[in-house]
């Protein structure tokens, strides 16, 4: 059971120059999220979708462009790199459901530098 | 806004000695808690969820306390060992929000 798969697992770009940031899970869940994390600042939330085909910005979104491409795979896009964009990234999901909501079950991270 | 906050920052302690990490949120409306727990260039692992409606949730060593109206939890952990050095973090969840907001985390050494 792989869990949430991220790749790549680091990634180095210049300023300017755009990547995509996969990510898939196999657990079925219907919410998937990334997240960022810096030194002292804690995990943000850049984007999330509550379902397939639904995408909501969260605190940080500015820079980036997701895309829920079906149940399974959420991809965070950067069109246009910034050095302020050199973080750890992390894909996450969960189940939520009714009343029910399972825990936050994370990737690995994606370590990108721009410079 | 939601703001959660963890101290301390960092715990140092030798082997074998119980332990408790705080976790204190602005806001009571939450729909549940995470604690989670990070080791070094790893992702975060789900330790234990407490929803509004509990006041414990235990797995082995572990036990996780909630008190809503005074916006505490409490991670205690049992019998340290110095496997469990790692940066242990809390979350919470707004209720009928979709977004978690995480505190900062408290950074853990058990010495042998």
């Known amino acids: 059971n792989a869990g949430v798969t991220q790749t790549p697992k680091f990634q180095v770009l210049k300023t300017g120059q755009s990547m995509t940031l996969q990510c898939a899970q196999d657990?079925?869940?219907?919410?998937m999220y990334w997240y960022r994390q810096d030194p002292g600042m804690g995990l943000r939330l850049i984007y999330y979708?509550?379902?397939?085909?639904?995408?909501d910005k969260g605190e940080v979104p500015n820079g980036y462009n997701v895309s829920r491409l079906n149940k399974r795979e959420f991809s965070l896009r950067l069109e246009s790199a910034a050095p302020s964009q050199t973080s750890v990234y992390f894909c996450a999901s969960s189940e939520w459901k009714d009343s029910y909501n399972s825990p936050l079950h994370f990737g690995n991270g994606t370590r990108l530098t721009v410079t | 806004k939601q703001e959660v906050t963890q101290i301390p920052a960092a715990l140092s302690v030798p082997e074998g000695e119980n332990l408790v990490l705080n976790c204190s949120f602005t806001d009571s409306a939450i729909y549940n808690l995470q604690w989670f727990r990070q080791d070094p260039g790893k992702g975060l692992t789900s330790l234990l969820l407490i929803q509004s409606s509990q006041r414990e949730q235990t797995s082995g060593r572990l036990n996780a306390s909630l008190d809503k109206s005074s916006g505490r939890s409490t991670l205690y952990i049992a019998a340290s060992q110095p496997g469990d050095s790692a940066t242990y973090l809390c979350?919470?969840?707004?209720?009928?929000?979709?977004?978690?907001?995480f505190g900062k985390g408290t950074k853990l050494t058990v010495n042998p």
């Open positions: 979350a919470v969840r707004q209720g009928g929000s979709e977004k978690l907001v």
């Open positions: 979708s509550a379902s397939e085909g639904t995408t």
């Open positions: 657990m079925n869940h219907n919410s």
